[in-house]
């Protein structure tokens, strides 16, 4: 990859900070988050699926907040704390991971650490949902495998998982 | 219906099979892999003992199994290694899965039509079968006692008050020993009910990797110095070429290398340019600004209604199409019947969008070329790709990845095309990814169908059927070696366009026919899309079957079972869909259960994909209809299979929420039209899987027996339509008969 051998003037340096580690980019500011992440960062946890908006495969933390990764330039983000799939839980052990792997939700997995991140952001704002909220909150992540049952059953498993101590360490 | 069972009697395998052993595709490939390396077993008997190719035990005990067979969502790895783990008596501990690459010595490799346990489950009971044999041999050897007085458990061989674990016996190096086929059939296997691996829900072996994102997928994989491409959409769907193109305005996109207008030797692609850039990022700005002056070709005036019109002249035309299935003499007793019900029934254009976008890397090296990328026909995509590249097939090596969903799009291998010539035009690796429009405007869609029944009832019973399907074949697109021959043994047949038509209930005068739509082929290439045929065939026929039971003024349950005698072939078979039925009837309270006004049951039934691996599938939908607005609601779907033996309950049971829920939004909510050659869908805004909102409560379960293993990934997905088709006529008196069933399509029955 050639990231510096752009145009004078297209770019300039761009720092954030990704899973707790600061970054001093040089790529053209309108390059989305997404294409960031995965090929410039080699954070390829985080996925390509549809590029506007309609699927959430791409969703990550920028503040804490859940955000699709596509639809935020890298210029956009400058300054701000991102947290990938990659950064969630140091050793994989976040709770809605937890939840995850025990009620055996992903298939091909391939939306999978979209729906984690939305997950875990709306739990730390919502950590007592109804299924309605959890419905709610989910319903703009695609899952092409239909593992909807499994997430659904999973976000209440991971809030149980909070409650009794495993604490989510959201970023 | 002995006679079309000739046709599909030696099933999707054994046909397979042949047809690429002989070499047809210019490949000397056997079904499965062969008992080879048995050299390689001994020579390296100190680091690890293979028995045969598909499983090695290394010296620390650790168990491989060699998946042969694509991980798209079914957690195959993790069956194979139930399997092996139960015969081997190995500790489920020491068990792993590699998915391994293309090589001839694997065998037919290809994944689909809900095969692979079926398919494999003697194989790997043998392999694992001849691996604890093997050590128990070597065990008696080296304590110089019987090998009948030890026996083998949890990763140990004990006897005489001694033991050594597996890791001991591979260190040692004392196992050996060549497992012929001969050999391998002599074994004997264990009884089902003294499993312990077998049928007990372990956690999936791929998912750990899937929620902490370090599982690899095609589109995550990276060479140093690779370049991206983006594709430049052409205007319609095939035959377009491009006649020049201008990528001065995109020289301005930093980053950018060059637009490359590809000739395709494969026949794949008509009219290929790809934008080149040092990132995907890139590659899109300048795709986006590249003018390309295209032709656009023989089918941009085509679109839904045309390909109606031509299906309509193929089924007026007796002597169009060959012949599935014939008992007796359908259309001469119809002209004898008093009254005759015909319905024509139609499903639209319907995409594989797999989550993953479709992409592929390739990359040269000492004149072989490897690509990069998930795939599902690895036996067809390489010789696909190597036509393209003009080079022996045996150059080219695809290498396997997790696939971010599969759904049978995989199965076609075009996709490696765009980045193979990329590479060749630029001698530097290239990935192409497509975006989510190319992926679905590229997409060897499932071809729409129309599809004209007739029938008529004497005594509560089918007098007569016919079934007439037209269609793009997809076979004609993906594989063409695999058209198998019609019952008349006088014409081509795609048995994946018609598979499900051959049902297994007793109609004395029953005639399919199966009608090319070349029109729908050229338009719009098509592919298998998840449950392939019986998606189209058994929506028609099972909604058809509940229009015949009204005419019969039957209830729809008892119409069936009425039908299912398990008479002459449908012998062993109809028994089991009827048990299905009733255990369907049992769960969902069918006729016990009080429904208010407007809301009713629907009934349909399916063996799954084809009758030589039937899983025997029953669904019966609870849908409430307000007559008024044409509004309805899925109260619940109840579906049980049959699978014979399940290897993980619970993955079967999420394979069965998986393909219920495809089946539901097949029926509710995807479709696609073409459009000026076209097709109109570009992103999920355009085409609409089912969300979270949308899933009504389900009941899944199955019935398992111990009877040999069938598949679980698609056979719900035939059903579910046709169960909510019927619910709703029953409810509401409205029979929509065109996919996917809306509120305004019921308004509109309704009037
Ligand atoms: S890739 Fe960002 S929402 Fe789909
Ligand atoms: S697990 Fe495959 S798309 Fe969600």
């Known amino acids: 990859m050639n990231i510096t051998s752009r145009e004078k003037g297209s770019n300039a340096m761009i720092t954030i900070t990704v899973n707790g580690h600061q970054q001093t980019l040089d790529v053209p500011s309108d390059m989305p988050l997404l294409w960031v992440l995965r090929d410039v960062l080699d954070l390829t946890g985080t996925k390509f699926g549809c590029g506007q908006n309609l699927c959430g495969a791409c969703t990550v933390h920028k503040d804490g907040k859940a955000v699709r990764s596509c639809q935020v330039s890298i210029g956009d983000a400058a300054g701000s704390s991102i947290t990938t799939i990659e950064g969630l839980g140091a050793k994989g052990e976040h709770p809605v991971q937890t939840a995850w792997i025990k009620e055996q939700v992903p298939a091909c997995g391939y939306c999978q650490s979209g729906q984690i991140m939305n997950a875990a952001a709306f739990l730390s704002a919502n950590p007592d949902p109804e299924d309605e909220e959890i419905v709610r909150a989910m319903d703009g992540n695609l899952c092409r495998c239909s593992q909807y049952v499994r997430i659904q059953r999973a976000v209440k498993t991971a809030a149980e998982i909070m409650k009794t101590g495993g604490a989510a360490t959201n970023g | 219906m002995g006679e079309q069972f000739n046709a599909a009697g030696i099933g999707r395998r054994g046909f397979v099979a042949s047809v690429l052993a002989t070499g047809a595709v210019g490949f000397g490939w056997g079904v499965l892999p062969g008992t080879g390396s048995k050299g390689a077993a001994m020579a390296a008997a100190n680091a690890s003992f293979s028995p045969v190719n598909l499983i090695e035990i290394g010296a620390d005990g650790i168990v491989t199994v060699n998946v042969t067979k694509s991980e798209m969502g079914q957690h195959v790895g993790t069956a194979f290694a139930q ?59 080296q304590w110089g006692v019987p090998a009948a007085s030890l026996t083998a458990a949890d990763g140990k061989v004990t006897g005489g008050g001694k033991a050594a674990s597996y890791g001991e016996l591979v260190a040692a190096g004392n196992v050996g020993g060549a497992w012929s086929e001969d050999d391998l059939k002599k074994l004997t296997l264990k009884p089902s009910n003294s499993y312990k691996i077998i049928g007990k829900s372990v956690q999936a072996l791929d998912i750990p990797l899937k929620v902490n994102g370090t599982a690899k997928y095609g589109i995550d994989f990276k060479l140093p110095g690779m370049l991206y491409g983006k594709i430049v959409l052409p205007p319609t769907r095939n035959g377009a070429t491009a006649k020049s193109v201008d990528d001065s305005a995109a020289k301005g996109v930093p980053g950018f290398v060059q637009a490359l207008s590809l000739k395709d030797p494969s026949g794949k692609f008509t009219g290929l340019v790809v934008a080149v850039a040092d990132t995907y990022w890139a590659a899109t700005r300048a795709a986006a600004l590249v003018k390309v002056d295209w032709d656009l070709g023989p089918n941009a005036k085509v679109d839904d209604a045309a390909l109606i019109v031509e299906a309509k002249r193929l089924q007026a035309d007796p002597n169009e199409g060959a012949t599935w299935v014939r008992n007796g003499d359908a259309e001469g007793t119809l002209a004898k019947s008093g009254k005759v019900l015909s319905a024509e029934y139609t499903t639209g254009l319907n995409l594989h969008a797999p989550m993953e976008p479709t992409n592929a890397t390739a990359e040269l090296k000492d004149g072989v070329w490897h690509l990069y990328g998930g795939n599902q026909f690895q036996t067809m995509s390489v010789p696909l790709v190597a036509a393209a590249l003009e080079v022996d097939a045996s150059k080219v090596v695809l290498h ?61 019973k089918v007098s007569a059927l016919t079934q007439d399907v037209a269609c793009g074949w997809p076979t004609n697109n993906v594989a063409p070696a695999l058209l198998g021959d019609d019952i008349d043994k006088k014409k081509k047949i795609d048995v994946f366009a018609i598979n499900g038509a051959d049902v297994w209930y007793s109609f004395p005068n029953h005639h399919v026919r199966l009608l090319d739509n070349k029109l729908a082929e050229a338009t719009v290439p098509p592919g298998y899309l998840r449950s392939v045929a019986p998606g189209f065939t058994v929506w028609a026929l099972e909604s058809f079957i509940d229009e015949l039971a009204h005419e019969a003024g039957a209830d729809p349950v008892a119409f069936r079972l009425a039908h299912l005698d398990g008479a002459g072939a449908n012998d062993k078979g109809a028994q089991r869909l009827a048990a299905v039925l009733r255990q369907a009837v049992a769960r969902s309270g069918y006729g016990t259960k009080k429904l208010p006004e407007g809301t009713s049951f629907g009934v349909a039934l399916s063996q799954g994909q084809e009758r030589a691996a039937a899983t025997f599938t029953a669904c019966i939908a609870e849908v409430a209809v307000n007559k008024k607005t044409g509004k309805f609601t899925i109260n619940k779907l109840t579906v ?60 899944v379960s199955y019935i398992a027996t111990g009877v040999f293993p069938t598949g679980t990934g698609e056979p719900a997905t035939t059903v579910i339509a046709p169960a909510i088709g019927n619910a709703i006529a029953l409810a509401s008196g409205a029979r929509v008969r065109a996919l996917p069933i809306t509120p305004a399509k019921v308004k509109a029955a309704l009037a």
């Open chain 2, 640 to 699: 049980v299979y049959d699978v014979g033996t399940a290897i993980s309950p619970d993955g079967v049971i999420s394979q069965m929420e998986s393909a219920t829920l495809w089946g539901l939004s097949l029926a509710l909510y995807e479709t696609t039209t073409i459009r000026d050659g076209a097709i109109a869908a570009a992103n999920f805004d355009g085409y609409t899987p089912t969300r979270m909102s949308q899933v009504p409560p389900l009941d």
């Open chain 2, 83 to 141: 399997i092996v783990c139960e015969e081997l008596e190995a500790n489920w501990t020491s068990m792993r899965i590699k998915h391994v690459d293309s090589d001839p010595k694997w065998g037919l490799m290809v994944t689909g039509g809900s095969w692979s346990i079926n398919w494999t489950f003697d194989a790997l009971s043998r392999a694992g079968a001849a691996g604890r044999q093997s050590l128990i041999n070597a065990a008696a050897k």
């Open chain 2, 400 to 460: 396997q990845f997790w696939l971010g969903g599969g759904f049978g799009r995989r199965l076609l291998g075009d996709y490696f095309i765009p980045a193979a010539l990329a590479t060749k035009a630029l001698g530097r690796p290239v990935k192409v990814v497509y975006n989510r429009t190319d992926d679905m405007r590229l997409d060897c869609a499932r071809s729409p169908s129309w599809q004209k029944l007739s029938g008529a009832v004497v005594d509560g």
